[in-house]
T-cell receptor, first 114, second 109 residues
C-alpha cells in the first residue's frame, strides 16, 4: 500500500441497509477524516479522529459512525442508509492536527442509495 | 458563522495567467490551503499560507491577507491539464479545514 486507500470504489445500496466504507493509510499519520462531497457544495466533514482511540463529530455526523481502533484504519459506517446519503465519500489523513500539515486524500467511494 | 466565497467557474486561455480569489470568515485562523481537484478524482495539495504575502511554487503562487480575510491563487503559463476545480480551505481555531465549493477552471486552446 502506498498512501491512503478506500474500499469499495463504488457501491449501489438499498435504503435501510447497513454499509461500512473502509479507509486505510500507511503513512503513520495520527489524524484521519471522513468527508462527503456533493455537487455544488464544498467538502463537508462527517467525523474525524485526532489519534487512535479518539473520534469527534464534524459538520454532518448524523446517520454515520466511525471507530479508530488503530493508527492505520478508520472505517465509516452507515447504520441504515437513506437516499440523502448518496454522495462521494473521501477519507483523508494528516501528520498532526496543528496547522501547516496538509491532508492527503484517498481516491473516494461513490455511494448511491436507492 | 464560517463562510468561504470563491467564484463558481472561470475560463482562461492556454498560456495565459488566471487569478482565483477567495474570501473567508472563520472562527479563528491557522492558515489557508489551496487544493486542486480534477473531475472524478481526489483533491491534491497545492499550497499553504499562514503569514501575509505571496508564496511562489513554480507556475503556481498563492497570496494571503489575514486582515482582509482574502487569498488568491495565481496560475501562470496555463496548460490544458490545469483544467480542474480549485478549492480554498482556511483552517479554523480547532485546526479543521473549512472548504469552499471550489472554482471550476476551464482552459481553452
Amino acid at each position: 500500500i502506498a498512501g491512503i486507500t478506500q474500499a469499495p470504489t463504488s457501491q449501489i445500496l438499498a435504503a435501510g441497509r447497513r454499509m461500512t466504507l473502509r479507509c486505510t493509510q500507511d503513512m503513520r499519520h495520527n489524524a484521519m477524516y471522513w468527508y462527503r462531497q456533493d455537487l455544488g457544495l464544498g467538502l463537508r466533514l462527517i467525523h474525524y479522529s485526532n489519534t487512535a482511540g479518539t473520534t469527534g463529530k464534524g459538520e454532518v455526523p448524523d446517520g454515520y459512525s466511525v471507530s479508530r481502533a488503530n493508527t492505520d484504519d478508520f472505517p465509516l459506517t452507515l447504520a441504515s442508509a437513506v437516499p440523502s446519503q448518496t454522495s462521494v465519500y473521501f477519507c483523508a489523513s494528516s501528520d498532526k492536527t496543528s496547522g501547516g500539515n496538509e491532508q492527503f486524500f484517498g481516491p473516494g467511494t461513490r455511494l448511491t442509495v436507492l | 458563522g464560517q463562510n468561504i466565497d470563491q467564484p463558481t467557474e472561470m475560463t482562461a486561455t492556454e498560456g495565459a495567467i488566471v487569478q482565483i480569489n477567495c474570501t473567508y470568515q472563520t472562527s479563528g485562523f491557522n492558515g489557508l490551503f489551496w487544493y486542486q481537484q480534477h473531475a472524478g478524482e481526489a483533491p491534491t495539495f497545492l499550497s499553504y499560507n499562514v503569514l501575509d504575502g505571496l508564496e511562489e511554487k513554480g507556475r503556481f503562487s498563492s497570496f494571503l491577507s489575514r486582515s482582509k480575510g482574502y487569498s488568491y491563487l495565481l496560475l501562470k503559463e496555463l496548460q490544458m491539464k490545469d483544467s480542474a476545480s480549485y478549492l480554498c480551505a482556511p483552517m479554523d481555531s480547532n485546526y479543521q479545514l473549512i472548504w469552499g465549493a471550489g472554482t471550476k477552471l476551464i482552459i481553452k486552446p
